[in-house]
């Protein structure tokens, strides 16, 4: 046998075991033998020899008194060194280079900071007229889509003495002038899971959209953002723009270990 069909072939006994684990995982709860079988497709005599070497490694254990299997300390140990080795940056690069592509806008990534929201990257579509986002930066809380989804997802005590201040600017959007006006904003985005600004409230003629997206820990870490002429960006919830810009987000959040099938 040839080497490169040798390794095409791969070692099939921990590929199995490999299914046995992510049968495991999909039960969100320690399982019976009978369901992990069921899940892994497998006669449960089969599972069971399997269960032997993964409880040995530490990939598995089971509970002396109920029987059940669940996760091992290994396996627990692997996967925070996961979570901890991701790049959460340069994920979002990618993201917003292939959401970019998609909808053919200017598309952004933005983190928070004790100063609010940052642009720290951006994608420039192939359009005779784009919207150029400086990386670097700095973004109101209250005024800005990214802002708002910040202020949305974060801690009340992230963002409490930002927003106080910008709800006192003259500068203040119209739409945003009270403490409960804040409140319900709040609501709104996170009933819709994005966050839409047009004018930008500072910068005639700019419209944004933002999405959250969130870490194994389901908190938000970063803001993915859609930046376009205003009339000519769609904004319609249901629109293709909004779609993408909220499957890439939700995409980037699941890449970073986010478990959940909705937003937090």
Known sequence: MSKDLEEQHGVQS?????????AI????????LKDIAANADMPASKVHRYM???????LVEQDPNSSRYDLGP???????VAVDRLDRIGLGLSAIAALRDEINETTALAVW?????VIISSERPNRPITVNVVTGTALNTLTSASGR????WLPEVSTSALVAAELKS??????V??????????????AADMAAVTDYHLVPGVAALAAPVFNAKGEITLSVLAIGVKGQLDMSPDGPTVTRLKRAAHALSQRLGYKGDALP
């Open 170 to 175: 003259p500068a203040s959007p119209p739409d």
């Open 52 to 58: 032997v070497s993964l409880i040995r490694s530490g």
């Open 177 to 190: 002038r009270t403490k409960k006006a804040f409140v319900n904003l709040v609501a709104s985005i996170r």
């Open 149 to 152: 989804i910040f202020a949305a």
């Open 25 to 32: 995982t999909g039960g969100h709860r320690s399982m019976m």
């Open 14 to 22: 921990l590929e199995i075991g490999i299914s046995i684990l992510k």
């Open 113 to 117: 900071s004790d100063k609010g929201p």
């Open 74 to 80: 290994f396996a627990l140990t692997l996967g925070l």
